[in-house]
């Protein structure tokens, strides 16, 4: 797998670009003998196939181990310093890059385009402090933690693994970390396969601003009828389960249609009318609507099952490593800013409210003043129009006219007073409804802002490093490719389906015998109590054999299984 090669040039890589940076930079623990960094390397690669799950298991750690194949085992303060040297060069995601190359190319060789399994497995992080937090499915709750993005390809095999913070979302760097996988390969990405996680529309629209396609599926809450899609084609028996159909489909409602740049595919039981399940993504032109939902079942073997193997196999819950850095609170950040938008939609409410206050007292304000100014003038005039009539009346003239403007005045009063009221009722009224709804809106922006300001944004928490996490994560899934390059290549047939967690019970921690000569290393393992476990070694035994396999000094490897006792 040339996974020797790219560790070596990776770690002296990182270590010249150190030193440039700072000749007087000491790092004892990496020398330039390959067989000490191997050495060294194989202490923590080979944990869990020793029973141990950190480098502090080391200090009491009495077995051979690997003892047999160096003389002697590092304990814990050496293989914490080698660790911690390996830290300060930040080879963590370095690595990662060497070595995914490393199994892209084993694994699958050529330049065809490659489709591979994503998914997020959440490892938890016990502590009392204040730290980033996030959902933990396993423990039902939520605590802090670090998320870790596993990529697998066809057939399942490992192709690489990265640690990120847990409050980061796979929509934010999934797309991104595609373009870079594609260039480093020198082999396009045909098809990412994700779960539920994927199935939001932002994700969709960053796929198809930049032109690479992926394959999720609606969660089951967001279940929608067959009448909301717009069918595009004709229902297909599914691939390997003629139970079910499938159909690609497109929002019904145009507008909907047109933003949501996401193709679907409905899932359902042949003889039903409503999808059972909703395929969604860009998803490659090639693929058939019946070949869709096939493919993503290939997710729980190939990705799903490797995870829980990685779990119980490689110690892939440990945490490496308890340095930190004092960050903001992000999740508490993200709480204000949600507080924050919360006030600003009151605002919002209230703002127009008070406007709209302000202008109503403004109204009548002005109604006033026009009351005031026009209710005098036509008092003026009626006492004026009433002295002209009993002067008349006084002389004998005649009065009619004069008595009908008086009424026509007596009647202008009467109505400019019932006009001044009536709207001073109605503003009266829209003002006090108003005021009533900015008195609620108002409370409420008071209550807003309190729990707004309750949110401490000022404290900072810690933030784990995860350069030690992201190196030891590089190991494990590197062991778990070395156990399945052995179960392809050596173990018998029976064996080839066994789980890195049984293959060290059964083969990797059997017992047995070494010897050392000059041009061979003979391993002679203790027989098997079962026949079926004894003849299946015999098996992978020659097989190894066959492969004329050499330790790293030159000297050929010869593996045999003793014989039962007669």
């Known amino acids: 797998m040339e996974v020797t090669e790219r560790v070596e040039e990776c770690i002296r890589e990182e270590q010249e670009k150190k030193q440039a940076k700072d000749p007087a930079i000491s790092l004892p623990c990496i020398g330039p003998e390959s067989e000490t960094l191997w ?17 502090r298991d080391l200090y009491y750690y009495q077995s051979d181990g690997l003892r047999v194949l160096y003389g002697f085992t590092y304990k814990y303060l050496t293989m914490e310093h080698f660790l911690g040297q ?86 934010h760097i999934l797309v991104e970390l595609e373009a870079d996988l594609s260039q480093t390969w020198h082999r396009p990405i045909l098809c990412t396969i994700l779960d539920s996680e994927g199935g939001g529309q932002p994700l969709g629209e960053r796929y ?28 297909e028996t599914v691939m390997d389960d003629p139970s079910r159909e499938a159909v690609f489909a497109r929002w019904a409602e145009p507008e909907k249609a047109i933003a949501d740049p996401r193709d679907f595919v409905l899932l359902r039981p042949i003889g039903q009318t409503e999808p059972t399940r909703i395929y969604t993504g860009h998803i490659p032109t090639e693929w058939s609507a019946d070949l869709v939902p096939w493919i993503h079942r290939r997710r ?10 990685l779990v119980n196999g490689a110690n892939l819950n440990e945490n490496y490593g308890y340095s930190y850095d004092k960050v903001p609170h ?29 202008n109503l007292r403004y109204q009548l304000a002005q109604l006033q003043e026009a009351y005031q100014q026009q209710y005098p003038t036509l008092v003026e005039q009626i006492i ?45 009224q829209r003002l006090l409804q108003h005021q009533c709804r900015a008195g609620q809106f108002y409370a409420q922006l008071l209550e807003r802002k309190a729990v ?60 047995g015998r070494v010897s050392w000569h000059s041009d061979r290393i003979e391993v002679v393992l203790d027989p098997y109590r079962y026949t079926e476990h004894q003849q299946a070694m015999e098996i992978t035994c020659e ?11 030159g000297r050929h490897l010869i593996f045999s299984v003793a014989p039962h006792p007669p």
């Not at 403007?405 to 009266?428: G, M, P």
């Open 208 to 235: 198809a601003q930049a032109g690479q396609c992926y394959l999720s599926i609606l969660a089951r809450q967001y279940d929608h009828p067959l009448a909301a899609f717009a069918l595009q084609g004709d229902w």
């Open 86 to 171: 390996l830290t300060r060069l930040g080879i963590g995601d370095p690595l990662a890059t060497a070595l995914t190359t490393a199994y892209t190319r084993a694994w699958y060789p050529g330049d065809i385009p490659l489709s591979i399994f994503a998914d997020w497995h959440v490892k938890p992080h016990w502590t009392k402090f204040d730290s980033h937090s996030g959902h933990v499915t396993m423990w039902g709750r939520t605590m802090p933690g670090t998320k870790q993005l596993i990529l697998n390809g066809p057939g399942g095999y490992l192709l690489g693994g990265w640690n990120y913070h847990i409050d980061t979302h796979m929509t």
């Open 543 to 553: 097989h190894f054999n066959k492969s004329n396999l050499r330790w790293r000094d």
């Open 452 to 511: 707004r300001d309750a949110i401490d944004t000022k404290t900072l928490c810690r933030e784990r490093r995860l350069v030690k996490d992201q190196i030891m994560f590089n190991l494990q899934i590197l062991l778990t490719n070395l156990h399945d390059w052995c179960k392809e290549h050596y173990f018998a047939p029976e064996w080839q389906r066994l789980t890195l967690e049984k293959a060290t019970q059964l083969i990797y921690c059997k017992s």
């Open 39 to 55: 050495h060294k390397l194989d202490h923590l690669l080979y944990l869990p196939i020793l029973g141990l799950t950190r480098p």
């Open 384 to 428: 004026h129009q009433q002295r002209e009539l009993d002067q008349r009346q006084q002389q004998g003239n005649p009065t009619r006219r004069c008595f009908n403007r008086l009424h026509r005045l007596r009647q202008e009063r009467s109505n400019c007073t019932s006009r001044f009221l009536k709207r001073q009722r109605t503003l009266t």
């Open 330 to 358: 992000r999740t508490r950040q993200r709480r204000w800013h949600a507080a924050q938008a919360k006030v600003e939609v009151t605002e919002r409410k209230l703002t127009p409210r008070r406007a709209a206050i302000k």
């Open 300 to 309: 729980w073997p190939h990705n799903e099952l490797r995870i829980r193997e």
